[in-house]
């Protein structure tokens, strides 16, 4: 459905911090379905507030493609675990 991405946000006078950016694959991106699944998942993750859930920074499209932009937390995988 989505690939993930580690990225750096850049930030005022060279501050910068590592953010994931999880974004809906291209050959879906035109799925209404899909689309509305990443928007809803978006949207619950940005109602829930806890210390063992990343935070979401930002929602949004580019070039036809849904991302979300969210907090990056340094440890192993759970696939590792």
């Not at 459905?1 to 991106?29: D, F, Q």
């Amino acid at each position: 459905m989505a690939e993930i991405l580690l990225a750096r946000e850049a930030g005022n006078k060279g501050a910068a911090r590592p953010v994931v950016i999880k974004r809906v694959l291209p050959e879906i991106a035109n799925d209404p379905g899909v689309i509305t699944m990443f928007r809803d998942e978006a949207r619950l993750v940005m109602a829930l507030d806890h210390p063992n859930i990343c935070r979401i920074y930002e929602v949004g499209e580019i070039k036809g493609r849904w991302f979300i932009a969210m907090e990056w937390i340094h440890g192993a995988s759970l696939a590792d675990m």
